[in-house]
């Protein structure tokens, strides 16, 4: 993911971030199949979506902790 796009989704809600990670893990199952099949010749496609994924979960989780200390102060 270009840092480009890391900083639009940053500014994104926690819901749509948790949109976008369901269907890169939908899209990773689908490329699992094909890889399987050998169909996909990009076999490093499975492992950026999943750079992508872990991305968007740190960014989720980082947003989760942050609105816990706005609560708590």
């Not at 499975?46 to 200390?69: G, R, S």
Request: proline letters at 0%; hydrophobic letters at 40%.
């Amino acid at each position: 993911m270009k840092i480009k796009n890391l900083k639009e989704i940053k500014n994104k809600e926690v819901k749509e971030l948790e949109k976008m990670v369901s269907k890169l893990r939908i899209d990773l199952m689908k490329n699992a199949v094909k890889i399987a099949g050998g169909k996909e010749k990009n076999i490093k496609k499975a492992w950026n979506i999943k750079k992508e994924i872990a991305q968007i979960l740190t960014i989720i989780k980082n947003k989760m902790i942050n609105e816990n200390i706005m609560k708590i102060s």
